[in-house]
C-alpha cells in the first residue's frame, strides 16, 4: 500500500508563504508525476500544480507567479513552494501521484487521473 505523507502546513499571515512537503513511505517520488490539489469546503478538489516524471510542470493559472513546485530527489519529496499567500488559498492541500500516465512528460490538475493521495495538510491563511 503506497502511503503519502503531506506537511508543512499551518497559520500564515497574508502575503506570507509556506513550504508543503509530499513524502513516501518506503520510495522514492521519483517515478511518479505528483500532483498538488486543495479542497475548501463545502467545494471541489481544486487543482494546484503538478510535476511530471522527467520534471514538466503545470499550474493553475491564478496560482501562476505564486506557486511554484521542485523535487528533492535526495529526500523523495515533492514541495509546494506557496509566496504572496492571500485568505482565498486556505485550504486542505492534498498530494496525489500516478506512475503511468501515457509520457513521463505527462500530469496533469485532473484529479481523477491520481490513483494514490494523501490525508492532506492543513493551510490557514489570515491576520
Known amino acids: 500500500q503506497v502511503q503519502l505523507v503531506e506537511s508543512g502546513g499551518g497559520l500564515v499571515q497574508p502575503g506570507g508563504s509556506l513550504e508543503l512537503s509530499c513524502g513516501a513511505s518506503?520510495?522514492?517520488?521519483?517515478?511518479?508525476?505528483v500532483a498538488w490539489f486543495r479542497r475548501v469546503p463545502g467545494q471541489e478538489r481544486e487543482g494546484v500544480l503538478c510535476?511530471?516524471?522527467?520534471?514538466?510542470?503545470r499550474i493553475k493559472n491564478s496560482m501562476k507567479g505564486r506557486f511554484t513546485v521542485s523535487r528533492d530527489h535526495d529526500k523523495k519529496s515533492v514541495y509546494l513552494h506557496m509566496n504572496g499567500l492571500i485568505s482565498e488559498d486556505t485550504a486542505l492541500y492534498y498530494c496525489?501521484?500516478?506512475?503511468?500516465?501515457?509520457?513521463?512528460?505527462?500530469?496533469?490538475?485532473?484529479?481523477?487521473?491520481?490513483?494514490?493521495w494523501g490525508q492532506g495538510t492543513q493551510v490557514t491563511v489570515s491576520s
Open positions: 496525489a501521484i500516478r506512475q503511468d500516465f501515457p509520457r513521463p512528460s505527462l500530469c496533469t490538475l485532473a484529479p481523477e487521473e491520481y490513483d494514490n
Open positions: 518506503g520510495f522514492s517520488l521519483d517515478d511518479y508525476a
Open positions: 510535476i511530471s516524471k522527467t520534471g514538466t510542470t
